[in-house]
Every structure is written in C-alpha cells, then in structure tokens.
C-alpha cells in the first residue's frame, strides 16, 4: 500500500482555493500510484479559522466541497481535514473518501484550550473511534492532539486499527519537532502500531507551522521525515518501508530563521501587500529585519529607509548604507531634524519649563521615534507596502520600545525573539557570507534617541535580561524562584516590574511571529488594570 503524505499550505478562509490545491496534490498523488493521500487538519478552512466557524455559509461551503472531492475518489483514497457540522453541532472532523464517496468522518476527541488554541469555544468533542478499510488494511483515523495522549490510539486498535492516521495543524515553536517524535514513539511502542504523522505547512497571522510530517513504525523507529516550512508530496510504500532515516532536521538557528522567513512571507502574500518598508537604524534588530523580508520576498519587494538625527552616529550612518547596499534594496535616507525642531517649537509652550528651556528628556525621545513611524506608515500608505515593525521580544517585554513610534508597523518578524538571539540569528545568516556588517553585530546596542546613549543605560546586560524573561515569561516561575537562581534581587524585582506595567504596549502592538513556547501573544493574557504585584 502506497501512502502520499500531502503537506500542504492553505489560507484561512480560502475554501475554493484551498479545494483547488488539494484536487492538484490528489492528481500528483494518483500519478505516483498512491492508494490513499493524507491532508492535515482543517486543511479545507485553513487553520485556525475562528470566527469563521460561527458563519453558517462557510461551514456549509466546506461541506458542499467535501462532497465535490468524494467524486473524484475513484481512483484515490483520500483523508482530509475540515469543519463538520452535523446533528446541529459542530466537530472537528477527519473525512475519509473513497470509491467516489465518503466513507467514514471521524471527530476529533481531545480538543486543545491551552495556549494558543481555543478549539472548545467552536467546536463539540467526538467520543467514538473511528477505523476504515482501505486496501485491505484498518486504518485508525485521528486528529493532532488525539495523539498526545494514549486513549484514543488505544480506542481505534480495540477496532482493529493496524495503521494510525493523525492528521494535524500543529504550531511551530523551538524544540517542538523533538516533543512530537518523543509523543509518536510512545503512542507507537505502547500499542505497536505504525502511525502516518501529517501536519500543515505556513504562515497564519502568528503562528507558523512547519510542517516536517513524519511516519514513525511499531517500534519507534521513524522511517520518514519530511522537510520543513516548505509544501511537499512524499510517498511511502508500507509493504516496502525504508530502512535507513530519511531526515530533514535542522539545527535550531536554521530551524527558526526558516520559520520567521515563512511567517514573512505569508502574512505579506497573504493578505495582498505590495512588498515592505523596514526603519533601517544601523542597528542589529533592523539588520536581522532586513535579512528576513528580503528572503521571504526577494530584493525587489523590500524598502529600507534611514531617518537619522541629531544623535545618529556616522557608524549607524555607514552600517545602514552597506546593509542595504549588500542586500540590494532600495535605500533612502530621510533626516527627521526639521520635523523633530517643529515639533519642540510646537511644543515648547506647553512642555518647557519657565525660562523656555526644554532640557532633552524622554519626551524628546520619543517624539523622535514617533517622528519616525509618521514617515513610515505615510510611505507605507502611498505603495501599499506593509511596515516591518523591528522591535524584539527583550524590548517588547519591558517597554523599551516608543508606542507609536519604533513600535510602528504592521507586522513584527522579532516580537518573539530574544536580544541574545538576534545576535545568533545574524550569525547565522552570515554563514556563508558577511551580509550584515559585522560592525553592527559586535558594537554596543543604542536606541540612539539622546547623546551616548547606551541600551544598558536603562537596562540589565542583555544576557541577564533574557534569562531573567525567559524564567519569568517562558517558564513561569516566582521572583523568589528567579532570585534563587543567581540574579540580584534588585535587577529581579525591576524587570518583572517593568514587565507587568506595559501590558498596556503590547496590547497595541503588531501581530508577530510564535517562536517560544510562550510568546507575548494569544497564549498571555495578563490583565492591563491589576494591582497583583
């Protein structure tokens, strides 16, 4: 038996685009002599399609195209992913079609309401196993976290089931690829039984998923493992498996660069942007920024623009220059002097002191970035380009950011990545050749808003800080836990702080990328108004 794996990128609510590349991956899978072909959860809606769920047409939509793809069943067995609504209830269901037909539907059982996933508020949870016959074998059918637990499996081999199918929509985050093999090969060595791991591929708003579908047999050992962040049709012959690894395992620089690309990529495709602008300081964030898009898009799709002022060193000058210059996008430089002096003129007789005199303050900072962000949504406007915010998740976790004005943009690659792995990033895509100047890796970091600046003017030394956030943020422990750790207790106590008071900043912020296990997203939720300290 003959097994496509089909892992695909669909778009959220694009029912008859989505219909039509399965029907072109069904007709790839029927060239190769393939029994059956395997989608991914919800792959005819696009995952996660929320509200969506809630419209009666797009629910009956999906089900008017299940029954289109049950009448080209005839040559192909297909299991596919989407909204059922039956009995006045909704599921989320796995079809299985064949002989120009559906065959059997099985609803998912374990409906995940954890972090980034919200399924109990759409739909009813299956209590029923479900297996098929297909080329005389049993196929168990389940959906993604059906798997990580072991009832299910358990329920479809009492039926009989001989080979598990999980289909699934499962969001990318470091180390998560090593938690899924380590699932499977349980499920596997516990009920001795092969299972055919099938997950979607690509950007959806903030998340991504990377795919890297697998079919681990009886005993563990996995026989194929697909590539990721990337659309694939693979073939596995069961009567003939392989007897060497077929791997595609990044190292985890490469395996998150991947997905911020991917994320790019989709969220400006799409949603039918015309490329992006990016603030280009001279700085690592808006180098790494720049690095991304123009993987994501091309050369040709990015514009980078560099607003300098007063304090604006000649360094950031050159280094901005050369960025842009090795990347071969279009560069403009735009001085935000002028409007910077207006702004104080207008200012001045509301916010100076008594003599007149405005001694350089926050204020004055952060009119500058603010200066900034005008000059970037107005380009933005006119080209119908998305801005690039640049900020990161260290930044973003302790306010170290200007509302309205560097948080600026659309969309933000770096909101879950770590000062300290900004750095590792740049590295990383300097590999093969010195892209983004090396000055701007090794120099001291700076907002550059007021004379000498430095970002640990205001901050603990970045591998400090990251520590300290991931322990607090990531992993959720106490500050009596932090502290215990080796971190002073002052520096602690300022950055959990800094954290909780600008709740009221994220909440404004661009949707951005999922990289951690807990990002500053859908999955915390921490109230702006509290008083818990």
Known sequence: ????????????????GNFDKIVTYIQQAIEQKANLVVF???????????????????????????????????EISIVVGCPCFQNNTLFNTAVCLSGGKIKSIYHKQLLPNYGVFDEIRYFTAGTESVVVEINQRTLGLTICEDIWQSGPVKQAMTKGAELIININASPYHIGKQQQRLQTLTARCTESSVAIIYVNLVGGQDELVFDGHSMVVDAKGNKLLQMVGFREQLAMIDLENCPKELTNAVLDEDEEIYQALVLAVKDYVTKNGFRGVVIGLSGGVDSALTLAIAVDALGADQVEAVMMPSRYTSEMSLNDARVCANNFAVRYDEISIEQSFQSLLASLSPVLADSSGDWAPDTAQENIQARCRGILLMAISNKKGKLVLATGNKSEMSVGYATLYGDMAGGFAPLKDVSKERVYRLCQYRNRDKEMIPASIITRPPSAELAADQKDEDSLPPYPILDRILELYLEQEKSIESIIQSGFEETVVCDVVRKVNRNEYKRRQAAPGVKITRRALGRERRYPITSRYQ
């Open 1 to 16: 038996m003959k097994v496509a794996l089909a892992q695909i990128n669909p778009v959220v609510g694009d029912l008859s």
């Open 40 to 74: 991914p959860e919800l792959a005819l809606s696009g995952y996660p399609p929320e509200d969506l769920l809630f419209r009666q047409g797009f629910v009956e939509r999906c089900q008017q195209l299940i029954d289109q793809l049950a009448e080209i069943s005839d």
